[in-house]
């Protein structure tokens, strides 16, 4: 495994309570994602980052928002959790963004109620 | 939007024979495909990778072979294994936004 850590593995929390997943990394690498993961949808891409505190959007981005504030460290935050936020999130990694391959954890699964 | 599509669904492999998975993507401005291999709660695995001034890439009983005219890529695995039963996706990147889009997934199971 590419040395990326998801917390928590499973959650389940109330409609409307702020969600945090953390992802951390021990590669030093300067790209990190977050996708969710859906039966029939796929993975979709939430936000990203190329660098600290360097953020931009997904293609499924509303309801959420990142924080970079070290490397190592990813956070995603969900404000006001919904059952269509309910998903498997995966965290992944890049050495080099667009020309090197994605490393992936093995994900948080969340069930919002 | 422009996508990346796998043409089936799932796929029945006897064990020892070879497989091959197939993806059709639209982008034409794409240059670098990735296969993945997801097991059952797991994250996406790396498995090889082929960028577009290529059109043919191995590893180890795998190989990736791309065909630009007509948009296509597929990923043979020799001497399938029970291990290789899983979920496999292609991914593209495209050069104007550095962002992975994938398919949904071809479902491997190998018999035994």
């Known amino acids: 495994d590419a040395g990326i850590t998801q917390s928590p593995r499973h959650k389940v929390t109330e409609t409307g309570t702020p969600v945090t997943l953390r992802c951390h990394q021990t590669?030093?690498?300067?790209?990190m994602y977050w996708y969710r993961q859906d039966p029939g949808h796929g993975l979709r891409l939430i936000h990203y980052?190329?660098?600290?505190?360097?953020?931009d959007k997904g293609e499924v981005s509303d309801g959420y928002s990142v924080s970079r504030s070290k490397t190592e460290d990813f956070l995603l935050t969900l404000e006001s959790a919904t059952s269509s936020q309910t998903s498997v999130y995966f965290c992944?990694?890049?050495?080099?963004?667009?020309?090197?391959?994605?490393?992936f954890g093995n994900g948080t699964r969340l069930t919002v109620t | 939007g422009e996508s990346v599509g796998l043409h089936l669904p799932t796929l029945s492999v006897q064990e020892g024979d070879n497989s091959i998975i197939n993806c059709a993507y639209s982008?034409?401005?794409?240059?670098?495909f990735i296969w993945y291999k997801q097991e059952s709660g797991k994250g996406p695995q790396f498995i090889i990778d082929i960028r577009s001034n290529m059109d043919k890439r191995q590893g180890q009983r795998v190989t990736v072979l791309l065909n630009k005219t007509v948009k296509h890529l597929s990923l043979q695995i020799a001497a399938t294994q029970p291990g290789d039963s899983a979920v496999y996706f292609c991914?593209?990147?495209?050069?104007?936004?550095?962002?992975?889009?994938f398919g949904a997934g071809t479902t491997v199971t190998v018999r035994a």
């Open positions: 982008n034409s401005a794409s240059d670098y």
């Open positions: 980052s190329y660098g600290v505190k360097d953020t």
């Open positions: 992944a990694i890049s050495e080099l963004g667009g020309s090197s391959p994605l490393h």
């Open positions: 991914a593209e990147i495209r050069t104007n936004d550095y962002k992975l889009s």
């Open positions: 590669e030093n690498h300067r790209y």
